[in-house]
């Protein structure tokens, strides 16, 4: 009787280990998340001091106090012998060395000597605007600096985080008109956007779709990409061309690239070496193939040229204070990310 009490207790306290696994990934990427989020702000006002530091301007140089705090903060939520405190630091310590690197190769662009004042823009954001730091110049010169930390070889354009499905998305890349996004959602079965957006799967759906219809897809079905030919080169390249210009924002930012793993500094992505003009239907091609772990329909959708991934988009559904909850698989968000 006490060896099977015994068991039992042992099983319930294995339950407990197994369903706390479960739950520490989730609770990492929250971590992972707001450390990140530090380290963005961290990148921008490092890179503005050096710019100040080699211009020699006359210039109280940014306080990082509250960016070091947020990665502080994040790291010490940690247990302390987990493996990403390491990884932290070495991150943030890689993204320090490439804004002095990447200092340096801004000033190189233009005469330093000209160089009056750095502003830290990025709490700015508005009609698509992409910097996170404006040079001004003497005679009222500005040029607008776009500071990106670069995750998995992808870069969000600007605005390209966003749970605007229509206007920030479909109409955007797809030239989708009111009309069409409202006749759509009800072919999918949706009254209302509150409807569409009550599970992040049904936008899926309807991204499938817009995707299929307005590039032409042929051989293509919403839960099958493998074999689909795009018929409508024009919005195909109508697509790129939009992608392009909100890369660098309706500001017209530089876009400067700083990667967290070895701290290299890169401008462009995998999209400025194709020329758009001269691209035909049949160098383009989809991912994924098929959804992954059976579902009915995919999260991510990525355009090829050459074989090679361009952008991808990504629905997501709600985390943070949702993370566990009924409201949890809500969308949240569709992400538009060019790959470097």
């Known amino acids: 009787m006490k060896r099977r009490s015994l068991a039992i207790i042992l099983a319930f306290l294995c339950a407990l280990t197994t369903v706390g696994a479960q739950q520490n990934p989730p609770a990492f990427a929250v971590i992972e998340g707001i450390f990140h989020d530090g380290l963005g702000t961290f990148a921008e006002l490092k890179l503005a001091n ?36 390491k990884k932290f630091e070495t991150e943030k310590a890689n993204i320090a060395a490439a804004t002095e690197r990447g200092a340096a190769a801004l000033l190189s662009r ?13 709490k700015d954001f508005s009609n698509a605007k992409a910097a996170d730091l404006v040079l ?18 992808k870069i969000a354009v600007a605005e390209g985080q966003t749970p605007e499905i229509f206007g920030k998305w479909a109409a955007r890349y797809f030239q989708v008109s009111q009309a069409e996004f409202d ?20 936008v899926s759906r309807l991204a499938a779709q817009v995707l299929i219809r307005k590039l032409g897809l042929v051989d293509c079905r919403p839960d099958d990409f493998s ?3 795009v018929t409508n080169l024009e919005a195909a390249k109508f697509l790129f061309r939009r992608l392009m210009q909100f890369k660098h924002g309706n500001d017209g ?20 070496g194709i020329d758009i003009e001269k691209l035909t239907a049949d160098r383009i091609s989809f991912r994924p193939s098929r959804p992954r772990n059976g579902q009915a ?31 949890q698989y ?10 470097i």
């Open 227 to 229: 074999h689909a030919r």
């Open 297 to 327: 329909i995919a999260t991510e959708f990525g355009v090829k040229i050459d074989g090679q991934v361009i952008v991808t988009f990504q629905i997501k559904h709600k985390r943070g204070r949702s993370r566990g909850s009924q409201r």
């Open 183 to 202: 006749a759509l959602q009800r072919e999918l079965g949706h009254d209302s956007l509150g409807d569409l957006k009550s599970n992040y799967r049904n």
């Open 50 to 85: 050096k710019l100040i530091e080699l211009a020699a301007i006359d210039q109280f140089p940014f306080d990082l106090t509250a960016s070091e705090a947020k990665m502080r903060e994040a790291a010490e939520r940690l247990p302390t012998n987990h493996p990403a405190r």
């Open 330 to 339: 809500e969308f949240s968000d569709i992400t538009t990310r060019l790959i």
């Open 253 to 272: 930012s530089t876009v400067i690239i700083f990667d967290r793993e070895n701290g290299s500094v890169a401008w462009e992505s995998r999209l400025e």
């Open 136 to 153: 001004e110049f003497k005679r009222g010169l500005q040029w607008p600096i776009s500071v990106k930390t670069e995750k998995s070889n």
């Open 110 to 122: 233009t005469d330093k000597t000209s160089l009056v004042r750095v502003l830290h823009t990025a």
